[in-house]
């Protein structure tokens, strides 16, 4: 059965930093690339970062570059988020999506799995 599992959210003032996982089973995690998206309340889902499991490369939303950092432990078949910077307009549920083939996407319809998310909220 495959599972991704989000955690790692929580209240953080402006500025602060929090550190997501998502945490991988069912599937060989080096065939797909991992995803972290978010949706905040009466706003589209948007999607944040992408890595490739084979080789570490990635792609990040304008909204978080230079403030947001993803990598990946094949050997614990997970992918963490760190944020850093954080503002109040980054407080959504995240979540982790796996992408078969490995290609760098933001696009979410284009991910076949998906976690259940973690809340992430960010005070002013």
């Known amino acids: 059965e495959v599972e991704l599992v989000e955690s790692g959210g929580g209240l953080v003032q402006t500025g602060g930093s929090l550190r997501l996982s998502c945490a991988a089973s069912g599937f060989t995690f080096d065939d797909y690339a991992i995803g972290w998206f978010r949706q905040a309340p009466g706003k589209e889902r948007e999607g944040v970062s992408c890595i490739s499991t084979t080789d570490g490369s990635a792609i990040y939303a304008d909204s978080v570059k230079g403030r947001f950092t993803v990598t990946n432990d094949n050997t614990r078949n997970t992918v963490y988020l760190q944020m850093n910077s954080l503002k109040p307009e980054d407080s959504a549920v995240y979540y982790c999506?796996?992408?078969?083939?490995?290609?760098?996407?933001?696009?979410?319809?284009?991910?076949?799995?998906w976690g259940q998310g973690t809340q992430v909220i960010v005070s002013s």
């Open positions: 999506a796996a992408l078969m083939g490995g290609e760098l996407e933001l696009v979410g319809s284009q991910y076949d799995y």
